[in-house]
């Protein structure tokens, strides 16, 4: 099943894109920051949202992580 249409799994591959676009623009700043306009936008949006909020980013990685391990997937 594709993550489109189960939406824990959507969910997760938002938490891991801005956990992801983060790290990416901590390693290498100049990376992202020519890239604001069109696909590569999105990610350079995704490390914004993943350093300004990233008490609530963890939070909510962790929340994941314990309904993923109760699932048992």
Same mark, same amino acid.
């Given at each position: =099943?594709? @993550?489109? $249409? %189960?939406? &824990?799994? +959507? +969910? +997760?591959?938002? *938490?891991?894109? *801005? #956990?992801?676009?983060t790290y990416v623009h901590g390693i $290498?700043?100049? $990376?992202?920051?020519?890239?604001? &306009? /069109? $696909?590569? !936008? *999105?990610?350079?949006? @995704? @490390?914004?949202? /993943?350093?300004? +909020? ?5 939070? #909510? #990685?962790? @929340? =994941?992580?314990?309904?993923?391990? =109760? *699932? !048992? %997937?």
């Amino acid at each position: =099943m594709s @993550a489109l $249409f %189960n939406f &824990q799994s +959507l +969910l +997760l591959v938002i *938490i891991l894109t *801005i #956990c992801t676009s983060t790290y990416v623009h901590g390693i $290498f700043p100049t $990376f992202m920051n020519n890239r604001k &306009q /069109g $696909f590569m !936008g *999105i990610f350079w949006k @995704a @490390a914004r949202i /993943g350093e300004r +909020l990233s008490p609530y980013v963890s939070i #909510c #990685c962790l @929340a =994941m992580a314990k309904v993923w391990i =109760m *699932i !048992g %997937n």
